[in-house]
């Protein structure tokens, strides 16, 4: 099953031009079977959001985009922000208390520009204390280029993290590109934390390249 963790649509995500009918129509024809709406700091309303996904008969499941000091986090299971998020630590442990899952947002973004050195700029990220809270990076990112998904994917490797994958959509021009690829049949958020969590995902490229990350 096939799932784009990391979509962004409008008015929740000011920056995006997605509609949404035309976009689960093109997704749909790309393969993907479902879509994560994570917006930027805001929170959708489950059930408005599974009307939505009866509606178009598209599996829709709600996220959230979050800013640390450190890096951007994509979330599942949290229903609202909290007092003091924005630090790696509480983040961990507030998702953790709610049963949820996170994932580091494209880590290279910042850390690395195309020309530089891949291998010492990893090495140098690696060193960051707050990777000790992180256990799944967004190995491939559909708006990153390849180099900094290179970045990524050598982070992953490093650090034994899962990777996986997501569009970060902002427009229709931007799927198909990237997702992640399960196990298993996901219906809920419940059960994308679970195969999250037990690690039955993999990232996908979906642009014809049949780069994968395991």
């Given at each position: ?26 997704a749909k024809k790309a393969g993907i079977d479902g879509i994560c709406l994570t917006e ?5 309303d489950e059930q408005e959001l599974e009307r939505l996904s009866r509606e178009h008969d ?50 290279s973004r910042r850390q690395y520009s195309a020309g530089k050195d891949i291998d010492a ?94």
């Open positions: 099953m096939i799932i784009d963790l990391h979509v962004h649509t409008p008015p929740l995500s000011g920056d995006s031009t997605i509609e949404l009918p035309e976009f689960i129509e093109k930027h700091g805001r929170f959708w598209f599996l829709m499941l709600p996220g959230v985009e979050l800013w640390s000091d450190d890096s951007h986090f994509l979330v599942f299971g949290l229903k609202e922000y909290s007092f003091g998020l924005w630090m790696v630590r509480k983040l961990r442990e507030t998702v953790d208390e709610a049963g949820g899952a996170m994932i580091l947002a494209h880590p700029d990893v090495e140098r990220y690696c060193r960051q204390s707050f990777l000790q809270y992180v256990d799944i990076a967004e190995a491939l990112n559909g708006r990153s280029p390849e180099t900094a998904n290179e970045f990524s994917q050598e982070l992953c490797r490093r650090l034994e993290l899962k990777g996986a994958g997501g569009s970060d959509a902002h427009s229709i021009d931007d799927i198909p590109s990237c997702a992640t690829e399960f196990e298993r049949e996901i219906s809920n958020v419940k059960e994308l934390i679970t195969e999250l969590k037990a690690g039955r995902f993999r990232a996908v490229d979906l642009r014809g390249n049949p780069r994968v990350c395991d």
